[in-house]
């Protein structure tokens, strides 16, 4: 079971971006899903999370400007960037609070992290 993300990518400010965060491996279902990000020099922060019925948080800093979602069938995640600033820049990581395979239950799961750069 692992989460792969992708999507990143360099764009101007005020552009848009979509990331992807597929799940693989034999999977029965997935708790809440998020999506952090870790700035050069910063500490991983929480960008936006969604749980397995559709509800959504978002931090402050997004709000209005991210889109996340999720596609149950697919155990795959989004995350739909518009407005982007270059203080968004950073490697954007997808976790998974845990996720169901079978008899196994995997705790706090995480992708590779995708960069995503925004130019001024």
């Known amino acids: 079971v692992q989460l792969q993300a992708s999507g990143g990518g360099l764009v101007q400010a005020g552009g848009s971006l979509r990331l992807s965060c597929a799940a693989s491996?034999?999977?029965?279902?997935?708790?809440?899903l998020g999506w952090y990000r870790q700035a050069p020099g910063k500490q991983r922060e929480l960008v936006a999370q969604?749980?397995?019925?559709?509800?959504?948080n978002y931090e402050d800093f997004v709000k209005g400007r991210f889109t996340i979602s999720r596609d149950n069938n697919k155990n795959t995640m989004y995350l739909q960037m518009n407005s982007l600033k270059p203080e968004d820049t950073a490697v954007y990581y997808c976790?998974?609070?845990?996720?169901?395979?079978?008899?196994?239950?995997?705790?706090?799961?995480w992708g590779q992290g995708t960069q995503v750069t925004v130019s001024s």
């Open positions: 491996g034999s999977i029965s279902s997935i708790t809440t």
């Open positions: 969604i749980t397995k019925d559709g509800t959504t």
């Open positions: 976790n998974a609070d845990r996720i169901y395979s079978g008899f196994r239950v995997y705790s706090s799961v």
